[in-house]
């Protein structure tokens, strides 16, 4: 089965800190996601990348950027965090099979900014 | 991509099935209908996916209308285990990977 592994399942910053978020993938998938999810809105992408070096904006990126160097890693930055960032974020990859693209996701981090 | 419409919650007796209703009437035809869950605390989980014909895997059944503008994932002896919220997703074969999860429905299943 293929893993996604988000590096933190807790995380409590402050306000202006820069934070990141990793996940790495085992299965060689080429696209990988980064979605954050809070009640009443559920989840919203906030950036994607089809390969490495690639990225591409979802639709929440403000306050946020994302780094692939290398095919199994995509990590979520945030350059100032702030506690409207207060979120459970979750990374994803995708595995294209019989035509449709199918989405594996980690467990999550929910990250607290103070 | 086609917009979703779902219930935003149901109950479940176990051991029962459990039917999840979904309508996508602007889906068009190259457009694969998806289900995910999400169990509390964990991040959603791949279900199922279709066309245009009904689908069965370990987990689920899907049925497809045959005009394609609704269908229905079918868990067929609903378990403790299967309470969650269920997403039905419509999306585009190929091209962005993209997929927008709605609301879903928040499937309860009692004992």
């Known amino acids: 089965d293929v893993k996604v592994t988000q590096s933190s399942r807790y995380l409590v910053k402050r306000t202006g800190e820069k934070v990141f978020l990793e996940c790495v993938q085992d299965m060689d998938h080429e696209n990988m996601f980064w979605y954050r999810q809070d009640p009443g809105l559920g989840l919203r992408l906030i950036y994607f990348?089809?390969?490495?070096?690639?990225?591409e904006k979802g639709d929440i990126p403000e306050g946020y950027s994302v780094s692939r160097e290398k095919k199994e890693r995509f990590s979520l930055i945030l350059e100032s965090a702030s506690t409207n960032q207060t979120s459970m974020y979750l990374c994803?990859?995708?595995?294209?099979?019989?035509?449709?693209?199918?989405?594996?996701f980690g467990a999550g981090s929910r990250l607290t900014v103070l | 991509d086609a917009k979703t419409t779902q219930p935003p919650s149901m109950d479940c007796a176990e051991g029962r099935a459990a039917n999840l209703p979904c309508n996508h009437s602007?889906?068009?035809?190259?457009?694969?209908v998806y289900w995910y869950r999400q169990i509390h605390s964990q991040g959603p989980q791949y279900i199922i996916h279709?066309?245009?014909n009904n689908e069965t895997n370990e987990m689920a059944s899907l049925i497809i209308t045959e005009d394609r503008k609704s269908s229905t994932l079918i868990l067929p002896h609903a378990t403790l285990r299967d309470t969650a919220v269920y997403y039905c997703i419509v999306r585009t074969q190929g091209g962005s990977e993209k997929l927008v999860f709605g609301k879903g429905t928040k499937l309860t299943v009692n004992p």
């Open positions: 602007t889906i068009s035809g190259n457009e694969y």
């Open positions: 990348s089809y390969d490495v070096k690639m990225k």
């Open positions: 279709g066309l245009k």
């Open positions: 994803a990859s995708s595995l294209y099979r019989s035509g449709a693209n199918v989405l594996t």
